[in-house]
């Protein structure tokens, strides 16, 4: 018996494990924007990135003190070392952008990186610009105000990455939240970098609206009850939608906003059962009273309506 | 809605931990407006036969929680349930008048479904590929308790 029970239970199991979550009632799940092929192209970058990085520390620290030796020299007025800083300099930023930038890019690009690994690609390029100015040479790649600078054309798939991720967390979850504090912080930053980014404002507002899409369902049992009994179900459904504006940004997410339905162009889904009715009242007979509703025609559309009094 | 997230604690001792929050309100308010729908009832005598439109069961629905707009009607405290069924709240009214006694019970669920988006508002260059699969069209109405 025991043995039975193990195996029954294994065999729950085993369903639960297997099973399509279609199979429990669930939407659809989310597709992954991932595939194995980017799982292992992120581990692969992710491994070149930090192998890079410790080769570069012992030849920062060599720099270093070369550097140092070279200022010394120069403020006793000791002839010029034969050291030319700026080849040196551009031979380590192109080791650099070959070994880290490039792979850093990629890791913004894969779908299978989290934001915040995307956002590895930032910190290392602020970390090589820092570098470069520890050797007095301006890259002019931090530029946050030209679009063509690195910087910048980093930015743009590190926030198209973590806008993935707040839209994905939206879809499974039904909480607008992901996306709204997501596009808070980019565009804080957007601020604070005098960065004109109403397009991405809008394309997140949008997903925000297009994520949170809700339907009210709904089943009813009425009863009139007097000296004659008169009674329905209903069984209907309504398409929630926000009212956010994607042209208002930030700022008209933060407003108090709504969700309506149904849309003047929606189908009615609404299904009327008369279960009691016909009986007679105050001397007059009721009869086919709304039985079914589906499909509705817009001739039957009123913006007022006449209440009939069914007593 | 009430969300969760993760936050990195220091401590006074300068050691870093992370910490699960939360953070919002499942506070949920439905509203509404006023009808849209018209249907056409019979009224059958013994003199004649009249047609009159009718709004489906709203009269008998409003005296069952003793209202007498729809506006009236304001249903908040929903239970949170999970996903894809966000909410869900039940209601139960019933009132006698002159006689007549109006009952209503009504089960209300709010499902995430975003892929009820209206196809001819979908901005292309705004979408993210992958988008979610289609679902199918198996339209499920709330049962009854």
């Known amino acids: 018996m025991a043995m039975a029970r193990s195996i029954f239970v294994g065999l729950v199991v085993h369903f639960l494990l297997t099973a399509a979550p279609t199979a429990f009632g669930a939407k659809d799940v989310l597709s992954p924007r991932w595939s194995e092929q980017d799982l292992a192209d992120l581990n692969a970058d992710l491994v070149a990135v930090y192998r890079a990085e410790f080769r570069l520390r012992s030849v920062t620290e060599n720099l270093t003190k070369l550097l140092m030796h070279e200022r010394q020299q120069q403020l006793l007025g000791i002839e010029e070392g034969s050291v030319d800083f700026r080849s040196l300099h551009d031979e380590l930023q192109e080791w650099w952008k070959r070994h880290v930038i490039t792979p850093s890019f990629r890791i913004a690009n894969n779908p299978a990186a989290s934001c915040k690994v995307a956002q590895l690609l930032l910190l290392k390029l602020l970390s090589a610009e820092r570098q470069s100015q520890h050797l007095g040479i301006d890259t002019g790649d931090m530029d946050w105000g030209d679009p063509d600078s690195t910087i910048r054309k980093a930015l743009a798939p590190v926030k198209r990455r973590c806008l993935q991720e707040a839209f994905d967390a939206c879809m499974e979850s039904g909480n607008g939240w992901h996306l709204l504090s997501r596009l808070a912080a980019d565009a804080r930053q957007s601020q604070l970098l005098s960065m004109d980014d109403s397009e991405f404002e809008a394309q997140a507002v949008y997903l925000y609206r297009r994520c949170t899409v809700y339907q009210l369902r709904y089943h009813a049992q009425t009863q009139v009850a007097a000296n004659y009994t008169f009674a329905w179900t209903q069984d209907g459904s309504v398409i929630l939608l926000s009212d956010v504006d994607p042209s208002e940004g930030l700022g008209g997410l933060l407003q108090p906003h709504e969700w309506r339905g149904p849309r003047d162009v929606d189908p009615f889904d609404v299904l009327q059962s008369t279960t009691e009715c016909a009986t007679r009242a105050y001397g007059v007979w009721t009869a086919g009273a709304a039985v079914a509703l589906p499909g509705a025609g817009e001739d039957q559309r009123r913006e007022s309506v006449v209440e009939a009094l069914l007593h | ?145």
């Open chain 2, 1 to 145: 809605m009430k969300h969760y997230y993760t936050e990195k604690v220091v401590a006074e001792d300068g050691s870093v931990s992370v910490q699960q929050q939360t953070g919002g309100n499942d506070a949920l308010t439905l509203t509404f407006a006023p009808p849209m729908v018209v249907t056409t009832a019979t009224l059958i005598s013994k003199e004649m036969t009249l047609p009159v439109p009718m709004v489906p069961s709203k009269t008998a629905v409003l005296a069952a929680y003793d209202r007498t707009t729809v506006e009236e009607l304001e249903l908040s405290n929903w239970t949170r349930i999970g996903n894809d069924v966000l909410f869900e709240k039940t209601v139960n009214g019933q009132q006698t008048q002159k006689k007549t006694t109006f009952t209503d019970n009504t089960k209300f669920e709010l499902v995430h479904r975003p892929d009820l988006f209206p196809a001819e508002e979908i901005v292309p260059k705004w979408e993210l590929t992958p988008t979610i699969e289609p679902e199918s069209p198996n339209r499920r109405p709330a049962q009854s308790k």
